[in-house]
């Protein structure tokens, strides 16, 4: 049973940094795409970043290009995402999400994402 668990999220001021944890369990993360998500109160769930699983790719959205950055920790099976000079429109709930990619490229809009966490917390604000 695929399961994903996020955590690290929380309050911090415009300019700061917060490190989000995904950990997975109950599958092959070497199979599997792992993207984090975003979604801010009134607003539709965005894609923030995205780590390919057959080559290690990743991805980001334009609006956090240069401040966040994904990687994966093997022995842990957690993905992590770092994220530096935070702004206020970073605030949101967010989610991380995996789904069966196999030994092919990543698209991370065409990638279906079919297994979530829960969400955490980020709030930047002074």
């Known amino acids: 049973q695929v399961q994903l668990v996020e955590s690290g999220g929380g309050l911090v001021q415009p300019g700061g940094s917060l490190r989000l944890s995904c950990a997975a369990s109950?599958?092959?993360?070497?199979?599997?795409?792992i993207g984090w998500f975003r979604q801010a109160p009134g607003k539709e769930r965005e894609g923030v970043s995205w780590l390919s699983s057959s080559d290690g790719a990743t991805y980001y959205a334009d609006s956090v290009k240069g401040r966040f950055t994904i990687f994966r920790d093997n022995t842990e099976k957690t993905v992590y995402l770092e994220m530096n000079s935070l702004k206020p429109g970073d605030t949101a709930v967010y989610y991380c999400?995996?789904?069966?990619?196999?030994?092919?490229?990543?698209?991370?809009?065409?990638?279906?994402?079919?297994?979530w966490g829960q969400g955490t917390q980020v709030t930047v604000s002074s």
């Open positions: 999400a995996a789904g069966f990619q196999g030994l092919g490229p990543l698209d991370p809009l065409a990638m279906r994402f079919d297994s």
């Open positions: 109950g599958f092959a993360l070497d199979y599997y795409a």
